[in-house]
């Protein structure tokens, strides 16, 4: 069982900054964990923000926040990270990070369904 935890989220202005962190505690196999960051907007479906390979070399972002968000990890924390530049009233929402435990070091996912193991979320506001 892999726990999720994270953190960063808070209020900041329309234009702002805020970096979240997943940290993953339990088995020692989060470098073999494709990761994802999604969020959830009040009255709205979660969608995927964010998602990263294993091997950490392959990343895939929504139209949504590409060229603003990037997602990174360090294997050696078994932490995962969310890099929010550029941040608009929209993004607003619940973040969850993700896992699913993989064979494919090179493959990420972009599916809720996909993955495994969730954190409790963290609540970014961005006001206008």
């Known amino acids: 069982q892999v726990q999720l935890v994270e953190s960063g989220g808070g209020l900041v202005q329309a234009g702002g900054s805020l970096r979240l962190s997943c940290a993953a505690s339990g088995p020692t196999f989060f470098s073999t964990c494709a990761m994802g960051w999604f969020r959830q907007a009040t009255g709205k479906e979660r969608e995927s923000v964010a998602a990263?390979?294993?091997?950490?070399?392959?990343?895939y972002y929504p139209d949504s926040v590409k060229g603003r968000f990037t997602i990174s990890r360090d294997n050696a924390k078994n932490t995962v990270y969310l890099q929010m530049n550029s941040l608009k009233f929209e993004d607003t929402a619940v973040y969850y990070c993700?896992?699913?435990?993989?064979?494919?070091?090179?493959?990420?996912?972009?599916?809720?369904?996909?993955?495994?193991?969730w954190g409790q979320g963290t609540q970014v506001t961005v006001s206008s």
């Open positions: 993700a896992a699913r435990r993989t064979d494919y070091s090179g493959r990420y996912y972009y599916a809720e369904y996909a993955y495994d193991y």
């Open positions: 990263i390979s294993a091997s950490g070399g392959i990343t």
